[in-house]
């Protein structure tokens, strides 16, 4: 039973439209995160929910907008996709964002998205 | 603003070599430290955390000490296997913001 799951994992998509990335993990977590990994492997946050509520949101172009209808629960949707916007991206999940264990994020295995 | 600087790879070992992956910090207050992993075609999993000064923290056979005078957290193991091939990455919890702020990665390979 996979703890934190990500569809699809593998996008492919012309520029300019609009696709969804869902997330969901079963650990009982209370924050989500989504971050975008590089063609160089860096990684950057882009946003975190605890228990639904937006917490962080980074310098990220409007065009990404997440949604988390429960705490289980935190999607990504892009609109006018851009050829920069091929990337990974990681669903992950922590305890509180408060706890002692904040840091310690159990990521998804990703979902490669390619704008062509 | 805070920031995590690892030195750059690929790192390319025999197996039962000894490993060290440099990392440093800047950071205002006294961050919680941590190293993830990332082998091919997989998400990140957490290696082993310091969340003080002096704290050791180890697993796997791997260990990293944090360093406060030195702003440093370096991973090491004393004899890597083909298996631990893949991407370290340091990272640093801000306290502020409690958010995980990730260095660039280090390739790690390890021939037979």
């Known amino acids: 039973d996979t703890a934190v799951s990500q569809t699809p994992k593998y996008l492919v998509t012309q520029m300019g439209n609009d696709k969804s990335i869902k997330c969901e993990q079963n650990l009982g977590h209370d924050t989500m995160y989504w971050y975008k990994q590089d063609s160089k492997k860096f990684l950057k946050i882009m946003f975190s929910?605890?228990?639904?509520?937006?917490?962080i949101n980074e310098t990220v172009p409007n065009r990404f907008s997440p949604k988390s209808p429960d705490k289980a629960h935190l999607n990504l949707h892009i609109n006018s996709l851009e050829l920069g916007d091929s990337a990974v991206y990681f669903c992950?999940?922590?305890?509180?964002?408060?706890?002692?264990?904040?840091?310690?994020?159990?990521f998804g295995e990703g979902s490669r998205l390619t704008v062509l | 603003g805070d920031s995590v600087t690892q030195m750059e790879g690929p790192v390319t070992l025999s197996e039962e070599a000894f490993l060290t992956i440099n990392c440093t910090y800047t950071?205002?207050?006294?961050?919680?430290l941590f190293w993830y992993v990332q082998y091919p075609g997989e998400g990140l999993q957490l290696l082993l955390k310091a969340t003080k000064a002096d704290d050791k923290g180890s697993n796997k056979g791997f260990e990293a000490t944090y360093r406060k005078e030195t702003t440093s957290f370096h991973l090491e193991k004393g004899s890597v296997q083909v298996s631990d091939s893949a991407v370290y990455f340091c990272a640093l919890m801000s306290g502020g913001y409690n958010k995980l702020i990730f260095g660039a990665g280090t390739r790690l390979a390890v021939h037979p």
């Open positions: 992950a999940s922590s305890q509180d964002w408060t706890s002692a264990r904040a840091g310690e994020l159990f």
């Open positions: 950071a205002t207050g006294y961050p919680s």
């Open positions: 929910y605890n228990n639904k509520e937006l917490i």
